[in-house]
């Protein structure tokens, strides 16, 4: 039994077949919009490159690049499609491609919804992403003059300014790290040979940070360096006064800056996606409903139309099987005409009127 059967006349089905017609050209920009977004993403990962450990997030601008591209040229067809199904002499051109169309369309409505689930269960891959691809960058942010990662620093920098934001976690990873290069250290200096020789690695360790974490609306001017010790500064508390410095890490701040994005982009995608499956709808309802006028021979006469015409089971098992012939009508089409080009040549060398000698064994 059909599920979901609609009656239409044959008014409806022009004006459904115009409809479709409209709405799979907006699908187009809609396609547009999610090449666009994909795209948008792909560059803003791509500018944090340098503090993301892995490429998995990729993943997720890739899906939007390819879902919008396909979806410019599906829809494309859709349309032509739609629009010559009002008249039914040239639905029979498209009798046999309606199908497939519409199962490659299903797979790829399918995509988009993949696409923009994606946005919104990337988080913990991108923070973890953030957070190894900040700990390296901040230990080799001392190193300028090393090939490869002269530029660390300048982007660290540039990331906890725009960011407002200090260190991983916090400020105080800093502390846990050499960020100051050996090349700008005295070391005759008895407090920096104390300093390495106290630390296992021999690293020189400060409890200071960049100047990159100052807070620039704090009214106090920014302490760098010695930063738990009270007593180094005049009217300074190290455990009760709010330091002047950006108290919250990168991690957290890429993190949010990127989930707001996706959380944007995913929620764009999943209202592209419900429109595509409108649109995927309509177009099943015209083609049922086309493919009943074909069968009933009168272009004025009502016609039903439907989603499935049996269960979800046998319309998949009768769609493979339209598949399977279809494929199977081809190739006897190409033995025919291989047998046909035989005859051809065999009439043409003994005549129309002689048959080819039989071969002796």
């Known amino acids: 039994m059909a599920i979901l059967r609609v009656k239409f006349t044959k008014d409806k089905r022009d004006r459904l077949?115009?409809?479709?017609?409209?709405?799979?050209?907006?699908?187009?920009?809609?396609?547009?919009?999610?090449?666009?977004?994909?795209?948008?993403?792909?560059?803003?990962?791509?500018?944090?490159?340098?503090?993301?450990?892995?490429?998995?997030?990729?993943?997720?601008?890739?899906?939007?690049?390819?879902?919008?591209?396909?979806?410019?040229?599906?829809?494309?067809?859709?349309?032509?499609?739609?629009?010559?199904?009002?008249?039914?002499?040239?639905?029979?051109?498209?009798?046999?491609?309606?199908l497939p169309y519409i199962i490659c369309t299903f797979f790829f409505t399918f995509c988009i919804l993949v696409g923009a689930l994606m946005c919104y269960t990337m988080r913990n891959e991108l923070e973890e992403s953030l957070y190894v691809g900040l700990r390296e960058a901040m230990k080799f942010y001392k190193d300028t003059d090393t090939p490869g990662r002269c530029f660390l620093k300048r982007t660290?920098?540039?990331?906890?300014?725009?960011?407002?934001?200090?260190?991983?976690?916090?400020?105080?990873?800093w502390f846990e790290i050499q960020w100051i290069s050996n090349r700008y250290l005295d070391m005759r200096s008895k407090d920096v040979q104390d300093r390495l020789k106290s630390n296992i690695d021999g690293k020189f360790l400060v409890d200071g940070v960049p100047f990159s974490c100052c807070n620039p609306n704090s009214p106090r001017a920014c302490i760098q360096y010695n930063l738990t010790d009270s007593s180094a500064y005049y009217n300074y508390d190290y455990q009760n006064e709010e330091l002047n410095l950006w108290m919250k890490g990168c991690r957290q701040a890429?993190?949010?800056?990127?989930?707001?994005?996706?959380?944007?982009?995913?929620?764009?995608?999943?209202?592209?996606?419900?429109?595509?499956?409108s649109v995927l709808i309509g177009v099943r309802y015209l083609q049922t409903a086309m493919e009943n006028v074909h069968l009933q021979g009168d272009p004025e006469c009502e016609s039903e139309g439907w989603l499935l015409e049996n269960n979800f089971v046998e319309t998949a098992r009768t769609n493979f099987n339209i598949m399977k012939n279809l494929h199977k009508v081809d190739q006897v089409s190409t033995v025919s005409g291989a047998e046909d080009l035989n005859i051809h040549d065999n009439t043409a060398e003994y005549g129309p009127d002689k048959v080819p000698p039989k071969s002796i064994d």
Request: glycine share 8%; with cysteine.
């Open 17 to 98: 077949a115009q409809v479709l017609w409209i709405l799979n050209w907006v699908s187009v920009i809609t396609g547009v919009i999610l090449f666009s977004m994909g795209l948008f993403l792909k560059i803003e990962i791509r500018k944090r490159s340098e503090v993301m450990a892995n490429r998995e997030v990729d993943s997720v601008p890739h899906m939007l690049i390819v879902v919008g591209t396909i979806a410019c040229g599906i829809n494309f067809l859709g349309g032509k499609i739609c629009y010559d199904c009002s008249d039914t002499n040239k639905f029979s051109r498209w009798k046999m491609v309606m």
């Open 156 to 173: 660290v920098d540039q990331l906890q300014i725009d960011f407002h934001c200090c260190g991983n976690k916090g400020f105080r990873d």
């Open 254 to 277: 890429l993190l949010e800056y990127y989930t707001e994005i996706m959380q944007s982009i995913g929620l764009m995608a999943l209202i592209i996606w419900l429109f595509e499956l």
